[in-house]
């Protein structure tokens, strides 16, 4: 096997132990040594391929956050270019909007330890561009229904917009499930996800209307 072959097998392998400890212990489980022993090589031998263990790190939040676009990409969204127009149009990206939160909602309850890793780590350093790309992505199946609810945005707003709405999601979802706070049932926590973003989006719609108005 020729020397890069065998570096790249070597960073799969330790790609997929660290995503294993951190599946199943968190951020908090991983730790150098045992990652050198589960793929057989030494220590030092884990920097040759990654220069720290935040890029390690890094690595396996990606792959978190494929799983998670995966997930919503099986959300069935009505509004846009094809959906319905109008009224209905609106109705159905305020819909849009509940799908994918409640797809966060159940993303985050199945994979806690890989969803809570993608906020806990922290870097000295921003994130690389292409971790950076990845995240704007997610968001950008956000801005799809508010630019149906708020036409007359740009885009740079449409995106901030997104991300609050990202963010007042996350809050909720981060709450209800932090068993030391709340711990609210799913049935419960799905409920306040789909009354919160439904008056988001209809004060987002009455926001525009008014923008519109000589």
């Not at 676009?69 to 846009?80: F, H, L, N, P, W």
């Amino acid at each position: 096997m020729r020397t890069e072959e065998r570096r790249e097998h070597l960073r799969t392998a330790l790609v997929d132990a660290a995503e294993a400890v951190i599946a199943r212990d968190g951020l908090s489980g991983l730790k150098a040594r045992d990652l050198a022993q589960t793929v057989g090589c030494a220590i030092g031998t884990i920097y040759t391929v990654f220069p720290d263990l935040d890029a390690l790190i890094l690595a396996v939040n990606l792959r978190t956050l494929l799983l998670f676009d995966a997930t919503i990409a099986q959300v069935r969204t009505g509004s846009g270019p094809a959906g319905p127009s109008g009224r209905a149009a609106r109705s159905a990206a305020i819909e849009d909007l509940v799908r994918l939160a409640v797809a966060y909602l159940r993303f985050a309850r199945e994979h806690p330890t890989r969803w809570r890793a993608l906020f806990q780590h922290r870097r000295e350093t921003a994130p690389p561009d292409w971790y950076l790309r990845e995240q704007g992505r997610l968001f950008r199946t956000i801005e799809g229904p508010v630019q149906v609810l708020c036409p007359r945005l740009g885009e740079a707003e449409r995106a901030l917009l997104a991300r609050s709405l990202f963010s007042a999601t996350h809050g909720l979802v981060s709450l209800g499930l932090d068993e030391k706070l709340m711990s609210l049932s799913e049935a419960v926590l799905r409920r306040q996800i789909e009354t919160v973003v439904t008056a988001i989006g209809r004060g987002l719609i009455a926001q525009d209307s008014a923008k519109g108005q000589p």
